[in-house]
């Protein structure tokens, strides 16, 4: 039975594709490094922040990552000043958070994103309807380990088998299964099916929507 629902933020609740595009961008312009396109964002995302911060350096121009510091201060700093900047819901999500708390689910984040950005973008587009909102920080082991999950599970007072997980990458899949929940790859987001399905999708859905059929054929068994 499913008590309790955890969602990725970026590429599952949020397209933020844009939004990291031009903070990253406007970064390496600073440095006089080259343009990176937008959907280059789509694989450079996904495991945090530093991440990402290493992966466009390496391709606009410095592999050797001399930049990486200030670049990885600087895309907090950006972050935090203004988190919302073109970042919009996908289609159906606010009316999918809804149904889940009107069914009496549990509902929280778990992003990659750092924790005051991630914190702020859920407030500004979702209000109160999630419980508990967990981003990066220094405090708990970025995904794809499973501590993120956990402890909301253990706040939520629900065992790791009664969650839902809802992500869009590898590092969402590999997280909730590590985590030993239900775990549901988001088409709508940055990456394709043959990869959510090759690192343990227990089930795809191609809209929000389908959340909610899902989370309803699960609690049948």
Request: charged letters at 30%; proline letters at 5%; one cysteine or more.
């Amino acid at each position: 039975m499913i008590k309790a629902c955890i969602f990725d933020l970026d590429g599952t609740l949020a397209d933020t594709l844009e939004s990291m595009a031009y903070v990253a961008n406007e970064i390496l312009e600073k440095f006089g490094l080259k343009q990176l396109p937008v959907e280059n964002f789509k694989y450079y995302c996904g495991e945090g922040a530093n991440m990402l911060m290493r992966r466009c350096l390496k391709d606009a121009g410095d592999p050797e990552l001399v930049h990486f510091e200030e670049g990885q201060r600087l895309y907090r700093e950006m972050f935090a000043a203004d988190p919302m900047y073109k970042v919009t819901h996908y289609e159906g999500m606010p009316e999918t958070i809804k149904e889940m708390k009107k069914r009496g689910l549990k509902l929280a984040v778990c992003s990659n994103k750092p924790h005051p950005a991630a914190v702020k973008v859920i407030d500004q587009m979702f209000g109160g309807d999630f419980d508990m909102v967990l981003g990066q920080s220094d405090a708990i082991r970025r995904k794809p380990a499973p501590d993120g999950p956990l402890a909301i599970a253990g706040k939520f007072g629900v065992k790791p088998e009664e969650c839902m997980y809802v992500g869009d990458t590898k590092t969402d899949m590999l997280t909730g299964k590590a985590a030993g929940m239900f775990t549901v790859g988001a088409l709508w987001g940055f990456r394709d099916r043959a990869e959510l399905e090759d690192n343990g999708a227990d089930a795809i859905a191609k809209n929000p929507a389908e959340l909610l059929e899902i989370m309803e054929n699960r609690l049948r068994k």
